[in-house]
């Protein structure tokens, strides 16, 4: 496997990826997706297209459609006349993230309540079903959940069949939520709450209440996002690039 520069090394794990590339670009954005969300390659650390079409053997204009798109899920930043650098992690950055979850998800579940077919909810109660046998949930010490289908989120975000909101939530937030869930660690007292939490979610949605739906999800990810600043302030007392800090 190439290595991109002397600052950080590609460990990329094909068999994690969640689907599979359909062409160039598809497969390099993949590989630095997985490694960036991982914390292979550090924030802050250079990515440009030069170096890329050097070391994976592509062209540079598949190198700048990758990155354009690494842009576009906010997991690289740009700034004028300086290179695409991998997105800095602060607090303030995550904070937000979490409060626009909170409307848009809530906003999702209202519409997957009233738009998801039985079998698809059918699917997502499978799913859960499945999350349960795994030893990490069950001794309450992490709920880890894999990308795309295999995410309740973006399952239920998918199950809005509203374009906007998918695309806003699955193409652009979570790859950066999964960056901030890895580099921070996956372990959370709040492990067995938060599956308890899904199983109330799905079962409003199965009773197609949308409102009632919508209140338990942006209740849901209100008690993620107290957690992660106490978890934080316990640790920390606080957190570089925190508003004020």
């Not at 998801?116 to 990490?136: F, G, P, V, Y």
């Not at 001794?139 to 959940?145: E, I, K, M, V």
């Not at 894999?146 to 973006?154: A, T």
């Not at 950066?176 to 949605?205: C, N, T, W």
Request: net charge negative.
């Amino acid at each position: 496997m190439p290595s991109l520069s002397d600052n950080y090394d590609i460990h990329l794990q094909p068999e994690k990826l969640t689907s599979i590339p359909n062409s160039a670009v598809d497969q390099l954005y993949q590989r630095l997706r997985f490694d960036i969300t991982h914390g292979h390659i550090p924030a802050g650390s250079k990515i440009g297209e030069a170096q890329l079409s050097r070391d994976y053997q592509v062209s540079r204009s598949t190198a700048r459609e990758a990155i354009g798109r690494l842009e576009a899920a906010y997991l690289v930043q740009r700034k004028a006349n300086a290179s695409p650098r991998v997105a800095d992690l602060s607090l303030h950055d995550l904070l937000e993230i979490f409060h626009v979850r909170e409307a848009l998800e809530g906003m999702a579940c209202r519409l997957a309540a009233s738009r998801m077919k039985d079998a698809e909810i059918a699917e997502l109660e499978h799913l859960l079903r499945e999350q349960m046998n795994s030893t990490e949930l069950q001794s309450g010490r992490a709920y880890y959940q894999k990308e795309g289908d295999l995410d309740f989120h973006y399952r239920l975000v998918q199950g809005s069949g509203n374009n906007k909101l998918i695309h806003i939530l699955c193409d652009e937030l979570y790859a950066r939520v999964r960056m901030y869930r890895y580099q921070f660690g996956m372990e959370s007292p709040r492990a067995s709450d938060a599956y308890a939490e899904h199983l109330q979610i799905v079962k409003a949605v199965a009773d197609r209440d949308g409102e009632m739906a919508e209140m338990l999800m942006r209740r849901h990810i209100r008690a993620s996002r107290l957690n992660v600043e106490r978890q934080i302030m316990e640790r920390d007392g606080d957190w570089p690039g925190a508003p004020g800090g």
